[in-house]
């Protein structure tokens, strides 16, 4: 009697992926998004992603999902690297110190390398360069190439037809392996040269003249709550190139500069998001689209005039955190839950839901479990990193709805320390908005401990080769100098 209810009560736990034939794996990457420009984050968004939007109430939106950090200005080839690898941020090859925490010939237990020995058919279509080069070239297919531009030819229309093209040959030959597409964009990335009939959909202009800004219009998109016309204090890197040389905005905060950037960014966001529909239009048809599991995420946030900055090289909300959203068999649509994940645990989520074993030099964890809606979160404290200028450089960390962010780079005078509690100021506003820094409120003090301590803790655990002055020292030798580039032959 007790076993034939235990059958009986069995089968209506459906896990995920219930199928015996292995799940088909569609990773959808864009450079450079935060969560605020999309609707189901942002509801004052005027950025139109209807196939996301979709992709959304059909799957799970994950509210705390967050790159670890960079050690570059590069930011998103550190971040890269996570994904492929699912490697912490100093345990990376190019990492200070890489060649010692990064095991040997990691590429062969990266994304392409693990899914092709499991009888996978990959496929790789993204931008070329700030990436993971030895891990790219192990795609069966590789169709890469840095499109930005305002054509079908030479923007995203492009990733798409490599996608489309992929599958109309899969459906030619009649291909039965399970197949893992990594689907990355160029956009929406500077220069956010997007196609005209958008760009005018959000009344931007493709503006080029560095000594006045573009007109404002009516279509553009309003300015972010947490806009200023200049970070109140120097990042530990505010001469970084995004900060200063962006094409269409340079060093200009003004209002019709940042709305014209922002609209340019949502034209490409929106033809990103038509080449998604494209793809899962195409997946449908083929009836391959029951049996793949999509996840759609960026490589890091951007700020484009937030908080006075315009790139990826701080450690704001809009900038650490990333878009994330997974739709798959088995997950209950219109869930959204916290997460609390890094985009390093994609490797091993993907051979968990593959039924694939992660390699061992994986440091990630697998979110399975918060997509079949045991858990809401997967771990409680979460840390990022900027050291791409001015060293030790910046640091977050957060717990819950707290958040402390450290700058210090002693060489450019900088030592600042920033503690919010996010339920209260989920912008982030700082005294030049309004709000008080909690980090000088006497009230806080216990709490400013308490987040100092955590930060030092994932500083350590995570083997980050730097300390800031108020820090034990821990002996810690001086990383090395990162390697100078080679300069081209002109």
């Known amino acids: 009697m007790r076993l034939g209810l235990l059958i009986f009560l069995s089968s209506f736990i459906v896990p995920l992926s219930s199928s015996s034939a292995k799940p088909n794996l569609l990773f959808i990457l864009v450079d450079d998004q935060s969560p605020m420009d999309l609707k189901m984050y942002n509801p004052q968004s005027t950025l139109q992603t209807p196939h996301l939007d979709k992709l959304a109430a059909q799957g799970m939106v994950f509210d705390g999902a967050y790159h670890m950090g960079s ?63 030895a891990a790219n070239k192990l795609f069966t297919v590789r169709k890469d190439a840095s499109k930005r531009g305002g054509t079908d030819e030479s923007g995203s229309n492009w990733h798409g037809d490599q996608v489309m093209n992929y599958l109309g040959e899969r459906e030619t030959h009649k291909d039965a392996k399970p197949f893992l597409i990594y689907y990355g964009f160029s956009h929406p990335h500077d220069e956010r040269d997007g196609k005209p009939e958008l760009l005018a959909k959000y009344g931007a202009t493709n503006h080029t003249d560095e000594a006045n800004p573009p007109s404002l219009h009516s279509l553009q998109p309003p300015l972010p709550p947490n806009h200023l016309m200049k970070h109140p204090f120097d990042t530990t890197d505010s001469g970084v190139r995004d900060e200063v040389a962006v094409s269409g905005v340079w060093q200009r905060r003004d209002e019709a500069s940042i709305r014209n950037e922002i609209g340019r960014q949502y034209a490409c966001s929106e033809n990103i998001d038509i080449q998604i529909g494209r793809v899962l239009k195409k997946l449908e048809d083929m009836g391959e689209l029951d049996n793949t599991y999509i996840i759609y995420t960026a490589d890091h946030g951007i700020a484009i005039g937030r908080h006075g900055l315009m790139g990826k090289q701080n450690l704001y909300q809009h900038t650490w955190r990333v878009p994330f959203i997974v739709k798959g068999p088995g997950i209950a649509a219109g869930q959204r839950v916290e997460g609390n994940i890094y985009l390093l645990d994609v490797l091993a989520t993907l051979c968990d839901l593959a039924g694939v074993q992660p390699p061992q030099t994986n440091e990630g964890q697998s979110f399975k479990p918060v997509l079949e809606g045991k858990t809401q979160a997967i771990r409680e404290v979460l840390y ?21 962010i450290r700058y210090e780079s002693p060489d450019r005078s900088v030592n600042e320390t920033q503690l919010f509690n996010l339920a209260e100021n989920p912008h982030e506003l700082l005294p030049e908005h309004g709000q008080p820094n909690l980090a000088a409120d006497p009230i806080h003090a216990d709490k400013l401990k308490e987040m100092e301590a955590l930060l030092l803790a994932e500083m350590r655990r995570l083997d980050d080769p730097f300390r800031f002055s108020n820090q034990p020292g821990d002996d810690l030798p001086t990383p090395p100098a990162p390697a100078k580039k080679n300069k081209k032959k002109k």
């Open 71 to 133: 050690f570059s200005g590069a930011v998103c080839m550190p971040s890269r690297h996570m994904i492929m690898s699912g490697r912490t941020v100093w345990h990376l090859p190019p990492a200070p110190w890489g060649a010692k925490t990064s095991p040997p010939a990691l590429e062969q237990q990266t994304i392409p390398a693990v899914f092709n020995r499991a009888g996978y058919a990959t496929m790789r279509t993204c931008k070329m360069g700030n990436s993971y080069e």
């Open 384 to 404: 990022g990193a900027y050291s791409g200028g001015g060293k030790p450089g910046m640091r977050a960390v957060k717990q819950g709805d707290w958040k402390l």
